[in-house]
């Protein structure tokens, strides 16, 4: 009666492990289960919505959130906030119609410069954050602001246009390989996120990403300069926000220097939808890439069911709700 006794104890210990990493993976496929849902509804509801052309227009809107939202995934993994990449890559596609079209320089050698210009904002604020203290949410906050002026005092107010250069157009509409009809800059978005994740899973900067967010103090007392890494991530970040500047000025084929404010909100959203916890310490590239995903489907899904933009917005905002409200419950489970 013993052993009966053991070997039942036993089972049900091995049930409760056996449930617990079911539970863990569900957890981990609960962003994409959610966007094969959302993406079937509206192909129910609309059969112009899963038409192949959509699908391609769905991945092209993606680009610039995806982007912004990868670089967004090191900062709150860390436990911070980046309210400044929305107005900081409308600067950096200023600064983009500046090199190229004002100074003339080769759209080779613009590009990096703007993406190295985004580098520099995301300096700046890791600098603000790690060094000075400045709390995370004041230190984006004030750069938000300083970028969204400085961009409209560099183009005075003014749209840039590459009208003369169509090469740096080509960098997001155009198509590497026709046949399949997909624009660059879809593959643009799957490289920089090929290489985000490897950088966050398998280097030494990810797993202080990681460390930094789970307990900062702890890392610290570990001799790992906290702040040193802090500053690190937060440029990684602005060279994503270059990136997405040059990305979206590429797209509409000019620099619009107003552009910018309320994607910072849309990237976040797509971080925390995609399973990466605003309290920091966990979180995954392929999560923020299926959230951005999920963001530009129910836009898009939305808009072909001609649903106004005002209850567009409403819908967004609830998905967040539900999206923060899982994360807290799964911080109280663990």
């Not at 050698?109 to 700046?124: E, N, Q, S, Y």
């Not at 603000?128 to 005092?153: D, E």
Request: net charge positive; proline share 3%.
């Amino acid at each position: 009666m013993t052993m009966a006794f053991q070997l039942t104890r036993a089972t049900g210990a091995d049930r409760s492990a056996w449930l617990a990493a079911v539970m863990n993976r569900l957890q981990q496929l609960l962003a994409f289960a959610s966007l094969i849902v959302i993406f079937t509804f509206f192909s129910f509801a609309n059969s112009a919505f899963p038409t192949y052309s959509n699908v391609i227009n769905i991945l092209f809107s993606t680009v610039v959130i995806g982007t912004l939202a990868l670089g967004t995934t090191f900062v709150i993994i860390t436990g911070g906030i980046d309210l400044s990449i929305g107005t900081g890559m409308a600067l950096c596609a200023v600064m983009s119609g500046v090199f190229i079209v004002n100074a003339g320089l080769p759209v080779v050698i613009g590009v990096p410069l703007a993406i190295l210009f985004g580098g520099l904002i995301g300096l700046i604020n890791g600098f603000n954050v790690a060094v000075l203290k400045i709390p995370p949410f004041i230190a984006t906050l004030a750069m938000m602001l300083v970028a969204q002026g400085l961009a409209l005092v560099i183009s005075k107010s003014a749209p840039i246009y590459f009208s003369d250069h169509p090469g740096y157009i080509k960098i997001s509409t155009g198509e590497l390989i026709p046949a399949l009809n997909i624009p660059n800059a879809v593959l643009v978005l799957l490289a920089a996120a090929v290489i985000a994740g490897f950088v966050l899973s398998k280097t030494l900067l990810g797993r202080y990403t990681y460390s930094i967010g789970s307990n900062e103090a702890a890392t610290a007392l570990s001799g790992i300069d906290v702040r040193r890494w802090k500053v690190v991530i937060y440029t990684l970040a602005g060279l994503f926000t270059g990136l997405a500047g040059v990305m979206i000025s590429a797209r509409l084929g000019s620099a619009q220097p107003a552009t910018g404010m309320g994607y910072e909100l849309q990237a976040i959203a797509a971080v925390v939808i995609g399973g990466t916890s605003l309290a920091g310490g966990k979180g995954s590239i392929i999560g923020t890439v299926i959230g951005a995903l999920i963001i530009s489907v129910l836009n898009n899904g939305l808009q072909i069911m001609s649903i106004p933009q005002e209850w567009q917005n409403v819908i967004l905002g609830l998905v967040i709700l539900v999206a923060v409200y899982a994360d807290m419950v799964r911080k109280k489970e663990a």
